[in-house]
């Protein structure tokens, strides 16, 4: 099981702490201080979206977003019998992405990050899914050795027949910060 930001925290002198720092979620059109990245996907799929309540994969045209793909994952929504959504596989990660937590494609979320990971994925996807509308994640947490980080999930529901989601596109915006001193 890969251990990544999302999974564990320590603290500036090694000592691991209990989840994440501060993990939240909001409705991506709501939130004032984003980044022109993520402004500019939002913007992207509101365009292509052209009065549908979703978008879909086909909205996705990569030579559009050429220099964020390496920030890009695609996930593909699992359900239980109930229509719950309980888990997600990895159909795509970008460079940077595969690169700050390891390769995953292909594989379920549930078997290669810890619980607590599964369960913010399961909050935002869980946004998205009731409000019909895309959202973002933001955790700051740090990584066994690397840097403190905040990382800011902006999740995009696709759907291909306009009521289940079954896909989400993600754009991950990742920052260093100086942890606070005591």
């Known amino acids: 099981m890969k ?12 000592a691991l702490l209990d989840g ?7 409705d991506a059109a709501l939130c004032p201080d984003l980044s022109d990245n993520m402004r500019f996907v939002l913007g992207y799929f509101a365009d292509k979206r ?8 086909a909205d996705l045209v990569p030579s559009a977003m050429a220099r964020l793909l390496p920030r890009i994952t695609i996930l593909d929504a699992v359900y239980d019998t109930d229509g719950r959504f309980t888990d997600a596989s990895y159909r795509l ?23 607590a990971a599964l369960a913010r994925v ?4 869980s946004h998205c899914i009731e409000t019909g509308r895309p959202a973002l ?3 700051i947490g740090l990584s066994g050795g690397k840097p ?15 009521e289940t989601i ?5 754009y991950s915006g990742i920052r260093r910060r100086i942890p606070d001193t005591v």
């Open 137 to 139: 994640g933001e955790s």
């Open 50 to 57: 052209q009065g549908r309540a979703f978008n879909r994969r």
């Open 166 to 170: 079954s896909q989400f596109f993600i």
């Open 20 to 26: 994440v720092a501060s993990f939240k979620v909001q």
């Open 122 to 125: 399961r909050e935002i996807a």
């Open 3 to 14: 251990t990544s930001s999302f999974d564990m925290v320590r603290n500036p002198f090694g």
């Open 93 to 115: 990660m970008g460079t940077d992405i595969a690169g700050l937590y390891g390769e995953a494609t292909g594989k379920m979320i549930s078997s290669y990050h810890d619980g």
């Open 148 to 162: 403190f980080l905040t990382v800011r999930v902006l999740y995009i529901p696709f759907s291909e027949d306009g």
